[in-house]
């Protein structure tokens, strides 16, 4: 399931089943495979690129370093394919390994656990709030250089790991088939007999729980009166339009999931890869329930290349690495700070969509709480 990547907006509790649920497991989270390396101690220590002088300095220290090792990075997954691309062709003598690209939060933690003190071990993390704020300690202290355009809600005050980019939730449908659906009502239609899905179970899986969310919001709901959204879903399913088969490419290609709530920039990817197929995807966020969820970045306080882990970052808080993944369906955290300094693409921005108003969000104490209610009152009233 594509959007099962990582551990979103579920709390600790739950990040394990999660991990169950994602793209695949991690082979590189099992073992230790790789060799024991020593890692130069100020690059290690450095928290800003002060410590390295300048960027050429920083550059320097990383080409001689030599390698980067990435983790759960798929490349449809918000643009990443085309990000990774161009950290390459930019620094191309610092060779990038990819680890487990659809490894969860929790096994992008454990590889970090498992590798420790050896060149098999992640130098960067990218983390659903919810393991980056219980796992401080494994990561570095880093503030790159765009860190006062970076929201202080949405980082951690010593630069431990700080928001990235987000997804709106959103429905996406097959257009050709079903035509234009404007609210979630319009999903009670007898034509969407079967089809309707969330991306997983909402007390399991980040997008469906943030489906769920969205779905409640718009039922007239709220984050503290969940009872709304369960409504609907029951709605739906006795119209008989909900399915709970597992949202996978292959499920949206054959037309078995032919409505789904997933993120923006998840429906950019289907949108893509089935325009290829002559299939019109459509989607769409709703302005009274524009729920957001950021991602993270943290490097690994034991990256067997620091330097190179501190030049990715830099480069991902760039505004070409930004731009990528706005173009990709996200919306990145320096989008404000990009529109003001006229560096934002304005082709990228035209066709992405962006958050309206008032974004949805919620403690970690909130999605304790919520995934518990859902615990215990969705499989009783929609079923496995």
């Not at 300048?54 to 390698?67: I, S």
């Not at 610092?94 to 929790?106: G, M, V, Y």
Request: glycine share 8%; charged share 20%.
């Amino acid at each position: 399931m594509i959007s099962l990547r990582k551990a979103l907006a579920i709390p600790m509790a739950a990040v394990l089943a999660l991990s169950m649920a994602a793209c695949g497991s991690s082979s590189s989270s099992s073992a230790s495979s790789g060799k024991a390396v020593t890692v130069n101690e100020k690059s290690a220590k450095a928290t800003s690129l002060k410590d390295f002088g300048t960027m050429d300095d920083l550059v320097a220290a990383a080409e001689k370093e030599g390698a980067l090792n990435v983790i759960a990075l798929p490349h449809d997954w918000s643009d990443y394919g085309e990000v990774i691309a161009a950290f390459k062709k930019k620094y191309p003598k610092i060779k990038i390994t990819e680890l487990n690209p659809n490894a969860s939060s929790k096994e992008e933690i454990d590889a970090g656990k498992t590798n420790k003190g050896t060149d098999a071990a992640p130098d960067v993390y990218d983390l659903g709030l919810a393991v980056a704020s219980t796992n401080t300690e494994q990561f570095a202290p880093y503030k790159v250089q765009a860190w006062n355009d970076i929201p202080d809600s949405v980082k951690d005050a010593d630069g431990k790991y700080y928001a990235d980019y987000t997804g709106i939730m959103s429905i996406g449908w097959n257009a050709d088939k079903y035509g234009d659906i404007s609210s979630l009502d319009d999903l009670l239609d007898s034509k969407f007999a079967g089809t309707v899905a969330l991306n997983g179970k909402p007390a399991e899986a980040g997008a469906a729980f943030n489906g769920f969310v969205m779905a409640n919001q718009l039922s007239g709901g709220t984050i503290k009166n969940l009872q709304p959204g369960l409504d609907f879903f029951k709605k739906l399913k006795e119209a008989g339009n909900l399915t709970t088969v597992d949202v996978t490419d292959g499920t949206i290609d054959s037309g078995q999931t032919g409505v789904v709530f997933d993120w923006t920039y998840n429906q950019a990817s289907y949108q893509s890869s089935l325009k290829k197929k002559g299939v019109t995807w459509k989607y769409k966020t709703f302005k009274d329930a524009q729920v957001v969820s950021y991602y993270n970045q943290a490097i690994n306080v034991d990256a067997p290349h620091p330097a190179a882990a501190r030049l990715w970052e830099e480069f991902l808080y760039t505004a070409d690495a930004q731009n990528l993944w706005l173009k990709g369906g996200a919306n990145p955290v320096l989008l404000d700070a990009m529109e003001k300094a006229g560096t934002v693409d304005k082709n990228a921005l035209k066709s992405a969509t962006t958050i309206e108003g008032d974004p949805v969000t919620y403690t970690n104490s909130d999605s304790t709480r919520i995934t518990t209610w859902l615990q215990n009152n969705w499989d009783s009233a929609i079923g496995n």
